[in-house]
């Protein structure tokens, strides 16, 4: 294919075909060199993206438009192609253009994009490159995971009505220059709990997406799986555990629970997303769903009555059971073989009644269950006290990282940290007093607030190689729909995503609330539910494109 590529304001007019050119032909390049030199710039500047890239080198003679004949070409390996596609269908709704997907052994733009799979790319694994000019646009990187995320990048260098379901008009212009990019950490995650109020299958998917629109690479589900008020995962050798444990939630209503084939469902979705998931079986505490179904379980033997309130504390199964580590063995076996990812979360926290040498005790065992199995142990800081165990992650979400000598210690042994402070990434806490959903016992949480930490440097006494990175967890005791899940995660999921990925030296509350409020209008577009923060400048006056008639295929049957 053969196109005549929109150069920027200053480029050289592109050169007619050799030979002797026809009147059409002439007038044909009259138009488009001098529609080129009078067009915008992109609405866009390059570095106007979320989380911060880091490195970016603009070019404003480079700025390019994307063509209607234009076409995505990968490199010739399945994983390139799969991204291609995914940018393909992100492209088509708004754009109405056809942008069919290739491969070659080089891929080259040719007036279009290419995404280019290079082993000797000194790029990292998730980093990539993204070069505009006035050929096209060319992402490259050394994994599949690396492209993903340069196409997420370019998503946001399009105008914000790339997001609308149909096509409209519009010049899809990208600013021109060459962007370098790598995460900080590795990783970088969100939280839903689907305990304490359930979600359905759907619903966890557009969560997904919002994880990938910001390069966060981890989904842990509380999917928190299990807690006292739901058992959410069906475990087939102790089949109560859903047809009994997971009837309830929180204030009265249904529950439900996931089959193994939703599970895998929304394991594979997010997979092809470059996310993992990080499945949650809380223990020895928050367990009442399970006791109510099995109360051999129970360190009375005693069934308790089903809980929908919102405290937390009081149950536990019996630490002293053979009994207890059968069934506890047979959940995480069930599980992890459901998970192809490496990690297995533990929970650990708030098991009150199970206190010193009978807790790490239990935490130990467990562990070694979850090494048998292949898997590395995960677990809120409260396991620390526990023998450590090579490769134990713990996930600190204390509101004090001047003073906790404990974790410390952990960490001195070997452990590393996910950080999520309660006072910073819970994203269930409020933004303000008037909020009308959430808690507020870690503090107010405003956008600046979980913007301005670095997990670095947080917990004083754990250096920052320590660190695997940063997670924001969502418990849904006040959530009970997508919308509310939608305003608690946005505009805050951004701040957290950048902190995660951005260096250090990027960080700026003022920038990056400018770039932030760039996404308000994308939101909008999408049919996203969002918080409107006041603290960051949205635009006022967003421009709803106009709606394009695009003709539609004969599909009637001759």
Do not use: C
Not at 200 to 211: G, N
Not at 270 to 275: L, S
Not at 364 to 389: C, M, N
Not at 417 to 429: E, Q, R, T, V
């Amino acid at each position: 294919m053969s196109t005549i590529p929109s150069p920027g304001p200053t480029a050289v007019p592109a050169p007619l075909p050799a030979g002797e050119p026809d009147a059409a032909t002439l007038a044909r390049a009259a138009e488009q060199t001098a529609g080129s030199l009078l067009a915008p710039a992109a609405p866009h500047r390059l570095a106007d993206v979320v989380p911060a890239p880091r490195q970016v080198q603009p070019d404003p003679a480079a700025d390019w438009v994307l063509p209607a004949e234009a076409v995505i070409v990968a490199s010739a390996d399945p994983a390139a192609l799969a991204v291609a596609e995914q940018l393909a269908q992100l492209l088509r709704p708004a754009t109405g253009y056809p942008l069919p997907v290739t491969d070659a052994t080089t891929p080259e733009p040719a007036a279009g994009i290419a995404l280019v799979l290079d082993d000797g790319a000194d790029l990292g694994a998730e980093g990539y490159r993204l070069d505009t000019t006035t050929d096209g646009v060319r992402v490259t990187a050394t994994t599949a995971a690396g492209l993903f995320y340069g196409v997420q990048t370019l998503r946001q260098l399009l105008p914000a009505s790339i997001e609308n379901p149909t096509p409209v008009t519009e010049r899809w212009a990208l600013p021109g220059g060459t962007i370098t990019d790598a995460p900080r950490f590795p990783y970088r995650g969100a939280m839903l709990d689907v305990a304490r109020h359930f979600f359905a299958v759907e619903d966890v998917l557009r969560v997904i997406d919002h994880l990938a629109r910001y390069k966060l690479n981890h989904l842990h589900l509380h999917l928190h799986l299990t807690d006292d008020q739901g058992w959410r995962i069906t475990v087939d050798s102790w089949p109560k555990l859903t047809a009994v444990g997971g009837t309830t939630e929180v204030g009265g209503g249904p529950g439900g629970h996931y089959t193994k084939a939703d599970y895998a469902r929304i394991v594979s979705y997010a997979a092809d997303r470059h996310i993992t998931v990080v499945p949650e079986i809380d223990l020895p505490g928050h367990t009442n769903s399970a006791l109510v179904a099995y109360p051999e379980l129970a360190p009375d033997k005693i069934a308790p009555p089903p809980y929908t309130g919102t405290e937390v504390g009081f149950s536990y199964v019996d630490p002293a059971d053979e009994r207890t580590y059968d069934f506890v063995a047979d959940v995480l076996g069930e599980v992890a073989a459901l998970t192809p990812g490496p990690w297995l979360h533990i929970g650990g926290d708030e098991a009150f009644k199970v206190k010193g040498e009978v807790y790490t005790g239990f935490v130990e065992r467990v562990q070694r269950i979850v090494a048998d199995l292949g898997k590395t142990v995960v677990g809120w800081h409260q396991l620390a006290p526990a023998a450590h165990l090579d490769g134990r992650v713990l996930q600190w979400w204390g509101t004090n990282g001047e003073d906790d000598p404990t974790t410390v210690d952990a960490v001195r042994r070997g452990a590393r940290l996910i950080l999520s402070p309660g006072n910073h990434a819970y994203l269930d806490m409020k933004y303000a007093p008037d909020t009308p959903i959430g808690h507020d016992w870690a503090g107010l949480i405003d956008v600046r607030k979980a913007y301005d930490w670095d997990p670095g440097t947080h917990v004083a006494g754990v250096p920052a190689e320590a660190v695997l990175g940063v997670e924001a967890p969502l418990w849904t005791e006040s959530v009970t729909s997508l919308a509310d899940i939608e305003l608690l995660l946005l505009p805050r999921l951004p701040a957290i995503a950048e902190l995660g990925w951005s260096p250090r030296a990027s960080h700026d509350w003022a920038a990056f609330r400018d770039r932030l409020a760039g996404q308000g209008p994308r939101w909008t577009t999408a049919g996203i539910t969002f918080h409107r923060a006041p603290e960051i400048p949205w635009p006022t006056t967003p421009t709803i494109p106009t709606q394009r008639n695009v003709p539609q295929p004969d599909t009637a049957t001759p």
